[in-house]
């Protein structure tokens, strides 16, 4: 089964500060990779999301994420970052053998300081 | 669109009771599942199902059974609650045709006691 690994799990950094959150999964084959984020007390929302083609894929509210096959690796970035950043912040991914299950990791908790 | 509706958002139980949680979708989605969220745990999936009918076993399915009779509906069963079965519960669904993201619920939070 495939797996996720996010790293730096509480990230505090200062308004106008850049964000890079790495994301590396386990499975070898073609699959679809995601960022989701949740605000506090809210529901998870898609940030991106990459099937195929350019492997640098940028989301909304100025997210970008790059796909890196050979490292297995899907890292989120922000060049300047807002108070209204601040959320959880959780790479998936969805292995393409047909059971559409998505594997989620254990998220990154952002908090953005004015 | 409504999107993905769980009930109810909030709800405590007491250790031994039975509930049921509720998630109903109107995107014609054919996949369904059940995770739960703790702290520093990310989302774990507990059930899924890829259509009317067709119901498996996510990682931590123990304690909880699904069932899936149209494809509107994916109700979440608490048989025998267990504190151990605090958390917070999302239910998401996505088409399994083409190139989509999974749509997720607002959460119901749950406190067995």
């Known amino acids: 089964a495939q797996s996720v690994s996010q790293h730096n799990h509480h990230v505090i950094l200062s308004e106008a500060a850049s964000l890079e959150l790495g994301c590396n999964y386990s499975y070898g084959g073609t699959v679809n990779l995601f960022w989701y984020v949740q605000y506090p007390g809210q529901h998870l929302q898609l940030l991106l999301k990459y099937f195929s083609g350019d492997p640098l894929v940028k989301g909304i509210k100025g997210f970008e994420a790059e796909f890196i096959k050979s490292k297995f690796s899907f890292n989120l970035r922000k060049p300047s970052v807002q108070w209204s950043d601040t959320a959880e912040y959780f790479c998936?991914?969805?292995?393409?053998?047909?059971?559409?299950?998505?594997?989620f990791g254990k998220g990154n908790q952002v908090v953005v300081i004015p | 669109n409504a999107g993905v509706t769980q009930t109810p958002k909030f709800q405590v139980l007491k250790t031994g009771q039975s509930m049921t949680l509720q998630c109903a979708q109107d995107?014609?989605?054919?996949?369904m599942s059940w995770y739960r969220q703790d702290p520093g745990m990310g989302l774990r999936l507990i059930h899924y199902?890829?259509?009317?009918?067709?119901?498996d076993q996510g990682e931590v399915p123990n304690g909880y059974n699904v069932s899936r009779s149209t494809t509107e509906d994916f109700p979440l069963r608490l048989l025998s609650a267990a504190p151990s079965q605090t958390s917070v519960y999302f239910c998401?669904?996505?088409?399994?045709?083409?190139?989509?993201?999974?749509?997720f619920g607002q959460g119901t939070r749950l406190t067995v006691v």
């Open positions: 998936a991914v969805n292995a393409d053998y047909g059971n559409n299950r998505l594997a």
């Open positions: 199902s890829v259509g009317a009918g067709i119901t």
């Open positions: 998401a669904s996505r088409s399994i045709v083409g190139d989509t993201e999974a749509f």
């Open positions: 995107m014609n989605h054919e996949y």
